[in-house]
T-cell receptor, first 112, second 113 residues
Framework: DQQVKQNSPSLSVQEGRISILNCDYT??????FLWYKKYPAEGPTFLIS?????DKNEDGRFTVFLNKSAKHLSLHIVPSQPGDSAVYFCAASLLTGNQFYFGTGTSLTVIP | DTAVSQTPKYLVTQMGNDKSIKCEQN?????MYWYKQDSKKFLKIMFS???????INETVPNRFSPKSPDKAHLNLHINSLELGDSAVYFC????????????FGPGTRLTVL
């Protein structure tokens, strides 16, 4: 019963272009969302979050968009850099909850 | 200065053995977790401890037993290892048990032969 889905296992983008990573969730009660970045043989590293009172949150080159009616969020990376090549996980939770539900990740490759 | 550390990083063992994975965090967080990432890359919570007290115990075989000697440590002991236990196990911690951003350790890749 996967409540958070990342349907694209991989994505390749040219350096300097925009990377868009997508995430869908099934539980309409989720109201807090995270994105993590993971390099091989390392643990996931927190990137950016968004709560359901917002539809957008920016941090430097990273922007997360939330569409509550579609139960969809996306992470935009502009401009993409080779160092962004990693696996990106989204996660969702209830603000009053006690755990996050993770997607299976999207492997991003930024081509120099 | 590692925030969340785990040992060992790699663990290769035979079916039927008992093994432990250790986790320590120096962030002063109250809550610690164990997550399992299986072969399908699905990252799923196993256990959560808040101030040494068990908060979350997902449907995990009772061969898996977490132990928290203090709030900076959460160890995972696995009895009678099976092939299906092969996975990457991540320890994490967060400021408190209500949803706060978990900070992850580097993971322990367990291979059961």
């Amino acid at each position: 019963d996967q409540q958070v889905k990342q349907n694209s296992p991989s994505l390749s983008v040219q350096e300097g272009r925009i990377s868009i990573l997508n995430c869908d969730y099934t539980n309409s009660m989720f109201d807090y969302f995270l994105w993590y970045k993971k390099y091989p043989a390392e643990g996931p590293t927190f990137l950016i979050s968004i709560s359901s009172i917002k539809d957008k949150n920016e941090d430097g080159r990273f922007t997360v968009f939330l569409n509550k009616s579609a139960k969809h969020l996306s992470l935009h990376i502009v401009p993409s850099q080779p160092g962004d090549s990693a696996v990106y996980f989204c996660a969702a939770s209830l603000l009053t909850g006690n755990q996050f539900y993770f997607g299976t990740g999207t492997s991003l490759t930024v081509i120099p | 200065d590692t925030a969340v550390s785990q040992t060992p990083k790699y663990l290769v063992t035979q079916m039927g053995n008992d093994k432990s994975i250790k986790c320590e965090q120096n962030l002063g967080h109250d809550t610690m977790y164990w997550y399992k990432q299986d072969s399908k890359k699905f990252l799923k919570i196993m256990f959560s401890y808040n101030n040494k007290e068990l908060i979350i115990n997902e449907t995990v075989p009772n061969r898996f037993s977490p132990k928290s000697p203090d709030k900076a440590h959460l160890n995972l002991h696995i009895n009678s290892l099976e092939l299906g236990d092969s996975a990457v196990y991540f320890c994490a911690s967060s400021q408190e048990w209500r949803t706060e951003v978990p900070f992850f350790g580097p993971g322990t890749r367990l291979t059961v032969l």
